[in-house]
């Protein structure tokens, strides 16, 4: 992750990304946990949240909700220890800080309609 962005996330939003941290992890106004996470001489920077469900979810349902392009984009569902993530990665290098506003701001409204999509 650039010099930059690091900057650039402390001053916007308050967040300090020491360089001997690999993550950071905040949450929403809905309590939904977000972490960033660039891991040590990586060019891959990983956005992903948390998705809490109450029920549990068929794989069949996440198979199909992640094959849907048209809502996903370029996020996509994965399962980790039966935690339900909906992630993005993209270049560590390349990202500034409007371009993660606005995915910030993309990711959690699509967070609520992939909810919603696997409660139906």
């Not at 560590?92 to 309609?113: G, W």
């Amino acid at each position: 992750m650039n010099d930059q962005f690091r900057t650039d996330l402390a001053h916007t939003f308050g967040i300090a990304l020491e360089e001997q941290t690999d993550a950071l992890s905040f949450h929403d106004n809905d309590g939904h946990e977000w972490i960033l996470e660039c891991a040590p001489q990586s060019e891959i920077l990983f956005f992903y949240c948390h998705l809490s469900n109450n029920e549990p979810i068929e794989i069949d349902k996440i198979l199909e909700t992640n094959s849907n392009r048209e809502v996903l984009g370029m996020f996509f569902l994965s399962l980790n220890e039966d935690r339900l993530l909906l992630n993005i990665a993209f270049p560590a290098n390349k990202i500034d800080i409007t371009e993660f506003t606005n995915l910030m701001e993309n990711a959690y409204l699509l967070k609520n309609e992939v909810i919603k999509l696997l409660s139906s």
